[in-house]
Structures are given as structure tokens and as C-alpha cells.
């Protein structure tokens, strides 16, 4: 028995999912850690709730997903007191997302001092963009000096949704050209050569590309200094705007994308601009990244939009049959693992995204490759 245990710890929520090779053996969340009202009042009470109420026996290692590895970590890396250390010295590059995931791999230390702890990173899959993908142009000095380039994230869902698409289309993965497009609360898109990332459409933070369900995606940055100085809010009210009230729900006034579809079927016009600008925006990625390619064997559509969203499937991709991209309506509309007609030469595919499972298999590798080496 080697069992893994994937922890994905937020700022008021751990999720944890308990693996036995590929199988879920265990699953579960705590949620509203520290909020008035919720039953847990720190990580440690959380993590250490998680830990009484498994069977821990057989127990390898553990596989912290960390949103932001900066440019020090590349790959997944086995976690000591130096890589804890670097992980901190990050925090202001993801100050909302790496100060929880160091406490659950600080908690997680204390109580399973002799497992092995592997971080697994969102953004080390993007490593392999060249230069010209990630470098903003901007003072060259001062993006050194700050760390201000793209680093881009969902990297353990691209490179997992990526494979599985070479599979499903029976391509080798290390030939494919493919196009992962991320559709959950947050969203981002990828552009895969030969399972490796060369483009990605998230940047220095979380926030840049694709609209998102609170989040704004790309916008002009002239924006922010527009706000600041002429509607007078401070740059935290902007930055709460962007990241809270922005994507869907500022243009719908609802993050959900159930209800927003449900609001487009009754004719409700901000719930139609809305899916407009959503789809309109994923469209564009895909024309850049089939640009950035030259070709594509494949757009993989994953996460809850992605993976239930005929509506938007459908809508991002129209009227593309010039470039060979097209959507059978019959298969899309049941999320059949292929949308296109048989014979496109771009095949649309639906594929469920598992970032525990990536985070498990990369973990294990991780061990392996220590041992090995
Ligand atoms: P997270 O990024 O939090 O993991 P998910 O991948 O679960 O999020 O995606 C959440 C989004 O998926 C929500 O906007 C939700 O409305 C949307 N979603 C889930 N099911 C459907 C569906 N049947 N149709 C349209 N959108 C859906």
C-alpha cells in the first residue's frame, strides 16, 4: 500500500483527497476555517481534523498544491526548510494564495515529521514558455528587480487535461499541439506542444486572459489609473473590484454560470453581454494560440464551465470551420468526450480536468526521482 495525501489548502478552506495508487480512498473539505461561525478556528485544528479522521497507514508522502512557485521552482520539489523558506519569500508575488498553503505545509510538517512533503506548483508547468511568452514590456530594470513577468497558473490542470487529450485523440503526446482551455471559477487557457506549455494566458498573478467568475481577465491597464484618479477609489478598492467584483459576476452580477445561462434562456440582457464578452474572450485565445502553434491537433475544454457548457463551447468556436475548427450540436450538447464531427481536423474534446490526481502522480514522481537520483 502507498497511499498519498493531496492537500489543497486555501485561506478558509482544506481539501483533501487520500489516494491509494490511482484510487480515492478518501475525500473531503473543511471549510470556513477562522470565520465567524465555522467550526474550526485554524489550519492546524483543520489539518489536524483531517488527520484523526483517516487511516493514515501506509502513508508516503504528502502533495501540497502551492499556487505560485515564482522563477525558483520549475518543477515539483520535495519540501525542506530552505524550499519552505523560498516559498515564503513568494508570498507577495500570491499574497492571497501562498500565505495558506505555507501554514498547511507548516502544520502538516509538525504532525507527519517523518512523511515526505512535496510542493507541487501551478505554475511550474508553465516554465517551458520561451522569453517572448513572459516577458511584459515594460521597464526591463524594473520587471527584473520585482519579478513582474507571466508565470501563469493551472499548470497541473493544462498538463493532466493535455495528456488525456492525446490519449483520447490517439496522438502521441510528446507530438501533439494542443489547446487546454481551463473554464472553472477561475480560467485560463494553453497552448501545448508536445506536452510541454508555450503559452499560457494568465500572467504575474492569477487575474490576466480569460474573464472570469469574479475576475476580471485581460483589461487595459490605463484602467486602474482611470478609477484612481478620475472615480477616486484607491488602488485596494481597484484591486478588490478587479479580483471580486469583475468576469461574470460584475457583468451579470452573478459568478454562477448556471444562473447566468438560465438568465440568457429568459432574454435578460447583461446575462447575454456577459456570455458575449466570456465566449468572445475564449474565442481570441484560440485563434492566438492556434497562431502561436501553427497548427492544433486538438482544443480540450475542462473544469465546470468547460466541461457542462454547450453555450459556451459552442459560442466560443463558431463560424471557425476555415481554420478546421468546428462543433457537431447533437455531441456537444450531451459534453460527448469529442464535440467535433468525425474527421475534423481539429478535434473539440471535453475532458474532465483531476488537479488532486496530477498533484498525487507528480508527487509520487517527485519521490521517485529523488530516490532514483
Ligand atoms: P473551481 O475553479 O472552483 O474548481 P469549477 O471547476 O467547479 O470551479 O467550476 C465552477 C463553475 O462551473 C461555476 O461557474 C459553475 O456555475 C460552473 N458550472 C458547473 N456546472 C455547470 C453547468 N452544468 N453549466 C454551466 N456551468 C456550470
Known amino acids: 500500500m502507498t497511499r498519498i495525501l493531496v492537500l489543497n489548502t486555501g485561506s478558509s478552506s482544506v481539501k483533501y483527497r487520500l489516494f491509494d495508487g490511482t484510487a480515492t480512498v478518501a475525500?473531503?473539505?473543511?471549510?470556513?476555517?477562522?470565520?465567524?461561525?465555522?467550526?474550526?478556528?485554524?489550519?492546524?485544528?483543520?489539518?489536524?481534523?483531517?488527520?484523526?479522521g483517516i487511516d493514515l497507514a501506509g502513508l508516503v508522502?504528502?502533495?501540497?498544491?502551492?499556487?505560485?512557485?515564482?522563477?525558483?521552482?520549475?518543477?515539483?520539489?520535495?519540501?525542506?526548510?530552505?524550499?519552505?523558506?523560498?516559498?515564503?519569500?513568494?508570498?507577495?508575488?500570491?499574497?492571497?494564495?501562498?500565505?495558506?498553503?505555507?501554514?498547511?505545509?507548516?502544520?502538516?510538517?509538525?504532525?507527519?515529521?517523518?512523511?515526505?512533503?512535496?510542493?507541487?506548483f501551478d505554475t511550474a508547468f508553465h516554465a517551458t514558455i520561451p522569453p517572448e511568452g513572459v516577458t511584459y514590456a515594460i521597464d526591463a530594470g524594473l520587471a527584473q528587480r520585482w519579478g513582474v513577468r507571466r508565470y501563469g497558473f493551472h499548470g497541473t490542470s493544462h498538463a493532466y487535461v493535455a495528456r488525456r487529450t492525446a490519449e483520447l485523440i490517439g496522438v502521441p503526446?510528446?507530438?501533439?499541439?494542443?489547446?487546454?482551455?481551463?473554464?472553472?471559477?477561475?480560467?485560463?487557457?494553453?497552448?501545448?506542444?508536445?506536452?510541454?506549455?508555450?503559452?499560457?494566458?494568465?500572467?504575474m498573478a492569477p487575474q490576466g486572459g480569460l474573464v472570469m467568475g469574479t475576475r476580471s481577465g485581460d483589461i487595459d491597464p490605463a484602467i486602474v489609473f482611470h478609477l484612481h484618479r478620475v472615480a477616486g477609489l484607491s488602488?485596494?478598492?481597484?484591486?478588490?473590484?478587479?479580483?471580486?467584483?469583475?468576469?461574470?459576476?460584475?457583468?451579470a452580477g452573478e459568478n454562477d454560470m448556471r444562473e447566468v445561462e438560465r438568465r440568457l434562456a429568459e432574454g435578460d440582457p447583461a446575462a447575454t453581454l456577459a456570455v458575449d464578452v466570456y465566449c468572445r474572450r475564449i474565442r481570441e485565445y484560440v485563434g492566438a494560440y492556434l497562431a502561436v502553434l501553427g497548427r492544433a491537433d486538438a482544443i480540450a475544454f475542462t473544469a465546470g464551465v468547460g466541461q457542462h457548457s454547450p453555450i459556451v463551447r459552442g459560442r466560443a468556436l463558431a463560424g471557425m470551420t476555415a481554420l478546421g475548427i468546428s462543433v457537431d450540436p447533437e455531441r456537444?450538447?450531451?459534453?460527448?468526450?469529442?464535440?467535433?464531427?468525425?474527421?475534423?481536423?481539429?478535434?473539440?474534446?471535453v475532458v474532465p480536468t483531476d488537479e488532486e490526481l496530477e498533484i498525487a502522480e507528480q508527487t509520487r514522481a517527485t519521490l521517485d526521482g529523488r530516490v532514483a537520483g
Do not use: W, Y
Open 27 to 52: 475525500k473531503g473539505l473543511v471549510e470556513r476555517i477562522g470565520e465567524p461561525g465555522g467550526e474550526v478556528h485554524d489550519h492546524e485544528t483543520a489539518l489536524r481534523q483531517i488527520m484523526e
Open 61 to 120: 508522502a504528502v502533495g501540497h498544491r502551492v499556487v505560485h512557485g515564482g522563477s525558483e521552482f520549475t518543477r515539483a520539489t520535495v519540501i525542506d526548510d530552505e524550499v519552505a523558506a523560498t516559498i515564503a519569500r513568494l508570498v507577495p508575488l500570491a499574497p492571497l494564495h501562498n500565505p495558506p498553503a505555507l501554514s498547511g505545509i507548516d502544520v502538516a510538517r509538525k504532525l507527519l515529521p517523518e512523511v515526505p512533503q512535496v510542493a507541487v
Open 173 to 203: 503526446a510528446d507530438r501533439a499541439d494542443i489547446i487546454t482551455v481551463h473554464l472553472g471559477n477561475g480560467a485560463s487557457a494553453c497552448a501545448v506542444r508536445g506536452g510541454r506549455s508555450v503559452a499560457t494566458s494568465m500572467g
Open 235 to 251: 488602488i485596494d478598492e481597484v484591486e478588490d473590484m478587479l479580483t471580486r467584483h469583475a468576469g461574470m459576476r460584475g457583468l
Open 332 to 349: 456537444n450538447e450531451r459534453n460527448a468526450p469529442v464535440i467535433s464531427p468525425d474527421g475534423a481536423p481539429v478535434a473539440v474534446c
